[in-house]
């Protein structure tokens, strides 16, 4: 019998039980009140000697100093437990004292930078919460995003300030803030403040606006009110709402108080408004390269078009002896309306290259003069720091996903200068994208050969990249992805079977799965194959790999196979289910999935009603037939839509942007061919 003290009013959401076979690992840490804080970390058994135990505790520890020291409020609860458990449906959840988070963040074996770095800032993330969350609860789900902004942008600003990760914000303009350019660019965009009318609401609110926009925002709020008086005003806000609930306005009274600044008009602009405004930098110069005139011009997109204010800074680069480019003046200033004059950069002589929005204060597309841009296209790699180099990588993904750059140019792009990346992220990120290009933006008459002559790069690359390097495990891993011809194949061959070898790159079996994936999708694998792989390997990871590799067999009857197990019996779990899916669509010959089109929208209803939202949403969007990339999709969605009825408002949302990326995509190719 287990039997618990009454705990401090808590909000309900934020209870949980969790039982299992679990071990622990025990340690504390002392309270800036003087308080001993037990702490524990827990997993599976069979995990457990995988467990980097003492990494938590050091994250946690350095967590707990400087957000006690932050929000001037010592740690609320009386213990501090983290637990890593199967079958999550998210990355982690921040129950009070009892934070779970997927026991993918176990590693197994070699993992990349990024991966590390995304499990330090989820560990700081809940641990955020624990104030902003828990001990101070929004009173209903229209403040969703304020929780989930909150403890984004603090778990940055803590690994920045206080841990090992102090590249964080390039990370967050790579990974987070490229997520909500994206989300807010779809036709299912909303304020960031949404009306939230029921349970089924709240769901698909768990989304890019919410989470990226959210901290974005709030990211640019600490520069318009500056990050002394930010603080100043969150540590009078604990002060005075602890163990109650609050709206936004009670966060913004203080912040008005603390900074002098009006935030009314602030907040209905930024707030209760949808889309992504676009900075574009106007500027003059004389016959000696000096500059006469300098301007910002502001614009939004027809449906959104509230001008907003930013406060940012304009940085100007150029090039060193050393071939580096190197920032050599830096302007701050507010923004606003469609045209604001900078008199303080009038003078000056005109630099290499402009940067708007320098340091990634603002939330805003940036563009750059064309001479920038030739600078920045001939020089991406030279950037002496990694953020300015972050943002202009955005920009030019922002400019394949709207068409103004042909897809093949990115992929060119790309391959030339993410050797020179030192950011594990921005490298993850750039491959990500470089996927997303290949797969569904090079014209369909250039994808095969674009595609194999990618990966040949990506083997170059990886045998040119330091030994046992992170860059060498994440091009191994996006050439297994991408490989496709005899030759390429034949090398994946020689990685597992151990005949082919980079120095320093360690086949583990985490990476020995995807080596099987990989030939698994180019026929060079069967059944009896996986089977023999998932005997070396018969765990909880390996049996999610083996159902991804089974999915992906390129025959007819495999494909029917998985769609039945999938769609059809619905039995599988989770993390099964969600590996058969992404198995599925992994198809080097699109027409195994043309007989899945009109299935897929006959089943999708169904699915919807009878299954879980996350199970649902696995197959609504992972099953969309988005490769198949023809008008006839999205004339079938566009019926499929009009058909639906009007309480099926989840669905019409997945499905608006399940089309979107078709569309965007046949505009993409539109422009590359």
Known sequence: MWTFAPTPRLSSYVTALIAGPYQSVRSEVTSSDGRVIPLGVFARKSLMQYLDAENIFELTRQGFGFFEAQFGCPYPFEKYDQLFVPEFNAGAMENAGAVTILEGYVF???????????????????LAHMWFGDLVTMRWWN????????????????????????????????????????????????????????????????DGITYAKGASVLRQLVAWVGPEQFMAGVREYFAKHSWQN???????????????????????????????????????????????????????????????????????YNLSAAGKLERVHREELDVDGPRTEVPALVGLARPDLVLVNDDDLAYAKVRLDPASLATATAHLKDFAQSLPRTLVWNSAWDAARDGQTPARQYVGLILANVAAETDSSVILVQLRQLATALNFYVSGDHREATTVAAADTLWDLAGKAPGGSDAQLQFIKAFALHA??????????????????????????????????SLVAGGRLDQDGIDAELARDNTASGQNAAALAGAAIPTAAAKAAAWESIVVKGSLSNALQGSAVAGFMRVRDRSLLEP??????????????????????????????????????????????????????????????????????????????
Do not use: C
């Not at 909150?150 to 964080?168: G, N, Q, R």
């Open 143 to 206: 403040d969703l995003w304020l929780n989930e902004s909150f403890a984004e942008y603090m778990s940055h600003l803590a690994a920045v300030e206080a841990t090992s990760f102090t590249s964080a914000w390039t990370t967050f303009a790579s990974v987070e803030k490229s997520w909500a350019y994206r989300q807010d660019q779809l036709p299912t965009t909303h304020p960031i403040f949404a009306d939230i009318n029921d349970l089924q609401d709240v769901e698909v609110n768990f």
């Open 246 to 316: 609050t709206e936004l306005s009670d966060l913004m009274v203080e912040l008005e108080k603390a900074s002098g600044r009006e935030l009314d008009s602030w907040g209905k602009q930024w707030l209760e408004t949808a889309g992504v405004n676009t900075l574009t930098p106007e500027l003059d110069v004389d016959a000696d390269g000096t500059i006469t005139s300098f301007a910002i011009a502001q614009t939004a997109v027809p449906e959104w078009p509230t001008l907003r204010p930013h406060r940012l800074a304009v940085g100007f």
């Open 596 to 673: 899945y089109a009109e299935k897929y929208f006959e089943a999708v209803p169904g699915i919807v009603e009878n299954r879980t939202h996350a199970l649902a949403q696995q197959i609504v969007v992972g099953l969309y037939p988005a490769l198949l990339t023809t008008q006839a999709t999205v004339d079938r969605t566009d019926a499929f839509l009009a058909g639906l009825p009007a309480e099926g408002a989840a669905l019409r949302r997945m499905m608006l942007e399940n089309r979107d990326a078709v569309a965007r995509a046949l505009r993409a190719r539109a422009a590359d061919a």
């Open 484 to 517: 496709g011809s005899a030759t390429q194949l034949d090398t994946v061959a020689g990685l597992l079977a151990g005949s082919v070898t980079l120095e320093g790159l360690a086949v583990d079996q985490d990476l020995r799965w995807e080596l099987v994936a």
């Open 108 to 126: 197994r074996g070699k993992v990349t930078g990024a991966q590390v770095e995304r499990r330090a800032i989820t560990v700081l993330h809940e």
